[in-house]
């Protein structure tokens, strides 16, 4: 088993019931904002469970991603941004909605490995399931497969006395978290979720709920799906040389696609190539080497 500490922020998110009735069911203010805010369904997230959620452009650019953990009575975004800087931008965004925005101050570990479930139980916890998680006093257990791949748990909170236990386990740093990401296909915003790449090139409709309605970016988004599936597509290869990312991939001097992300070694990346080129052990060329194409990124749960 092996352990790490991520750099990321949370914040609890709450409101008032809403005055605004749709189709008969009156929300709270705080479900009605992240609904229409975000990608995936906020109002039918069940307790105790969480999601993935881009916030999108109008024209459909991933801006940030949040996981949402609904617990009893207010949601809380897990997010990379700096949490008061995203207090305020959310605020202006809230409108006259009465949703309100508190820092929580949460340290956010994970492990994995073959001991993982072993020690959820010395610590007390039962095991979740695939995006749920469990809570004690002010510490939460949560199982995502999205972060750095399967098998991975997440605990955040109050976690001083849960670090000191795992004191004797092999903690990794951000290039090992960087190398196990990239090698399990998880797209990365910023990298492989940004402007100049449609979402759904990433095949991550587990970020999306495409029968909810409105939300800032929605109908571009359902334009591409419905059309059918994107020219590009996301694809894990290995490498020989010392490639650079955000170039371009090249098969008989043309381009058909790019590097996104490069593991700390350089002996694994993903990018995006066109999906008629998209096949399991293909070699193409780069400007500093060669990769062959490992597989399609694609998720099962």
């Known amino acids: 088993m092996f352990w790490a500490e991520l750099n990321r922020f949370k914040i609890k998110v709450y409101g008032e019931k809403s005055k605004i009735k749709l189709k008969n069911i009156s929300d709270t203010d705080d479900i009605l904002f992240l609904h229409n805010l975000l990608t995936n369904d906020i109002k039918g997230l069940k307790k105790g469970h969480f999601n993935y959620n881009l916030r999108l452009t109008g024209s459909g650019e991933p801006v940030d991603d949040f996981f949402v953990y609904r617990d009893e009575g207010f949601f809380i975004l897990d997010t990379n941004k700096n949490p008061e800087e995203l207090i305020t931008e959310l605020s202006r965004l809230k409108l006259s909605l009465k949703v309100y925005f508190e820092p929580l101050k949460y340290r956010h570990l994970i492990i994995s490995g073959e001991r993982a479930q072993n020690f959820l139980e010395d610590i007390g916890f039962e095991i979740p399931e695939d995006f749920s998680f469990m809570k004690k006093e002010n510490m939460y257990v949560a199982k995502n497969p999205l972060r750095i791949g399967k098998g991975t748990y997440e605990?955040?909170?109050?976690?001083?006395?849960?670090?000191?236990?795992?004191?004797?386990?092999?903690k990794i740093d951000e290039k090992g978290?960087?190398?196990?990401?990239?090698?399990?296909?998880?797209?990365?915003?910023?990298?492989?979720?940004?402007?100049?790449?449609?979402?759904?090139?990433?095949?991550?409709?587990?970020?999306?709920?495409?029968?909810?309605?409105?939300?800032?970016?929605?109908?571009?988004?359902?334009?591409?799906?419905?059309?059918?599936?994107?020219?590009?597509?996301?694809?894990?290869?290995k490498t020989d040389g010392n490639l650079r990312e955000n170039k371009k991939i090249l098969f008989n001097r043309k381009a058909v696609g790019t590097i996104t992300s490069l593991t700390p070694d350089k002996s694994y990346g993903l990018g995006y190539v066109l999906r008629d080129f998209a096949e399991e052990n293909r070699e193409f060329e780069t400007e500093n080497g060669k990769i062959v194409i490992l597989k399609e990124c694609l998720f099962k749960f």
């Open 177 to 237: 978290l960087e190398q196990l990401r990239i090698k399990n296909c998880i797209p990365k915003i910023g990298k492989e979720l940004r402007k100049g790449f449609h979402p759904l090139e990433a095949n991550i409709l587990h970020a999306f709920s495409l029968e909810k309605g409105c939300y800032v970016g929605q109908e571009t988004i359902a334009r591409v799906y419905f059309r059918g599936r994107p020219p590009r597509t996301l694809v894990l290869f």
């Open 155 to 170: 605990i955040f909170g109050n976690v001083e006395d849960v670090v000191q236990k795992l004191q004797q386990f092999k």
